[in-house]
Structure formats: C-alpha cells, structure tokens
C-alpha cells in the first residue's frame, strides 16, 4: 500500500525570499511538514484508515484518532499552501472566482481586508482559508491547529481552495511577533492562478 509522501516544491528553497525567507521555507517543508507526513503514516499503518485518500480520511476524520486529525490535516493543509505559492504569481484573481468574490464581498480589496482579519485574529496556531460550501458559494473562515473545513468535525464545512498557515513557524525567523506584516507579504507571492484551479474543481 503507498504510503502518504512529502510533496516536492515546485520552486527553490529561497525563491520566496523577499516575502518568505529561505531558512522558514526549508524548514517549514523538510521538518514541519515532513513531520506530519511521517506521523500520518505511523498513525493509519494496520488500521482500516490504510489505504483510503486524505480527502476521505479527513471528510470523516471524527471516526479517527488525534493521529489522523493532526497529522492527516497537517499534510493536507501544508500540501495546499505549497501549491497556492509561485515567485512570479498572477497577483488578481479572474473569471468564476472573481465573479463569486466579487458576489460576497464586493471586491478584491474588501475580500482581502476580510481575510486578513480572520488570519490575523486567529487565537494561537491555526489557519485561515477560503472555501467553497456544499451549496457552491465562497466563504472565509479560520481554524485551530492543522483543522481545515474538509473535516467532519470543523464548525464550517467545505472545501478550500486558499489557505494561510499562521502557525509561529511560519513566520517568525523574518516577521518575529508580527503576523499582520506576514500576511501582507502573503499576497505578494499567491498565485491567483493556482487558486482558480481548486476553485473550478471545487465547484465542477
């Protein structure tokens, strides 16, 4: 049975640099998120949790241990940041997306200043995500720890399509104690683009 395995970054180490620090991605990548992936599979090996995707471990990840639950979110959410990050990223979302966030919130400035207010306002560790609910519309909201709307257990269900780790260690070699200058540099390396994509799929 394949094991769950630590996803390659499809940019360098330092190719953040100027918004994310080299040493924070590496890190962040080898150590933290490796960490979850090695867990995960430690925690699901000879149980009847072996075998089945993250998605469906995490849509009914209440039948499961703290294992799962933080580990199995872990990679989940780590994976989706990683792939949401580019050095040279479409800066504006366009299309369906930028119809329905333009729908809820009216535009792209008010939606940011809603997202920034979930991330920064999350208590301790935890993210902060845009999502798609069961009924196709576009939502923000944050969570605690490695949770993510995807789980059977979140207070707010759906799929993500963007999501912001503001756990300390994403952060704090460059930004120290200040998360709101973090989440500022955040968008100055999402890709808009990469967001679309889980956007349309999440909504096909």
């Known amino acids: 049975m394949m094991a ?5 970054l499809p940019y360098a180490y330092d190719a953040l640099d100027a918004n994310i620090d080299a040493q924070t991605m590496e890190i962040h990548h080898s150590k933290h998120h490796g960490g979850y992936v090695t867990k995960l599979n430690a925690a699901v090996e000879g149980t009847d949790a072996e075998g089945k995707s993250l998605e469906d471990l ?6 499961y241990g703290a294992g799962v639950r933080n580990n199995g979110g872990g990679h989940y959410n780590h994976s989706l940041f990683w792939s949401i990050l580019s050095p040279s990223p479409a800066t504006a979302p366009s299309g369906d997306l930028k119809a329905a966030i333009d729908k809820k919130w009216g ?8 997202f920034d207010q979930a991330a920064a306002t999350r208590f301790g560790s935890g993210w902060a995500w845009l ?6 519309e576009v939502e923000i909201t944050s969570t605690p720890n490695q949770d993510n709307p ?13 999501g912001l780790d503001v756990w300390e260690h994403a952060y704090y070699l460059k930004y120290q104690n200040k998360r709101p200058d973090y989440i500022n540099a ?14 349309a799929k999440a909504t096909a």
Do not use: C, H, I, R
Not at 58 to 63: C, E, N
Not at 131 to 136: E, K, L, R, S
Not at 150 to 162: I, S
């Open 131 to 136: 999502y798609v609910t069961a009924d196709g």
């Open 186 to 199: 955040f968008w100055n390396v999402l890709d808009w683009k990469a967001v679309e994509e889980n956007y």
């Open 4 to 8: 769950f395995e630590l996803p390659a």
């Open 58 to 63: 995490l849509k009914s990840v209440s039948k």
């Open 150 to 162: 995807l789980m059977d257990v979140a207070e707010q269900q759906g799929t993500p399509v963007l």
């Open 107 to 114: 535009s792209l400035d008010a939606f940011k200043e809603a």
